[in-house]
């Protein structure tokens, strides 16, 4: 049976512009980590998806430390988030 884990944030932007500048955060992040997030941006809406593909999609520590900067990174832009699941 295949089994894809991810883990997953949905957060809407008050404007186009805030996603963008948050998503720019999350590269430098995601670089210094050597882990990169799946990213769906429509419009302000943003969906992020942690998983491994080198472990066949599975959720390892290396998501759990990113997953980490990311609640890290909301914090710090919460005024430019409208909501976040
Ligand atoms: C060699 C390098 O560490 C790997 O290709 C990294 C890069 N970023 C990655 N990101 C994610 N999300 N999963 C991976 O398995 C992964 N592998």
Redesign the pocket.
């Known amino acids: 049976m295949k089994r894809e884990e991810c883990i997953v944030y949905k957060l809407r932007f008050k404007t186009y512009i805030d996603a963008v500048r948050f998503l720019t955060h999350l590269a430098e992040i995601?670089e210094r980590h050597?882990?990169?997030?799946?990213v769906e941006l429509k419009y302000t809406n943003l969906v992020l998806r942690?998983?491994?593909?080198?472990?066949g999609n599975k959720i390892t520590d290396?998501?759990l430390a990113?997953a980490k900067e990311i609640d890290r990174l909301i914090e710090a832009h919460r005024d430019a988030i409208s909501s976040a699941e």
């Open positions: 995601a050597g882990h990169h997030p799946d942690l998983t491994t593909h080198d472990a290396r998501d990113l």
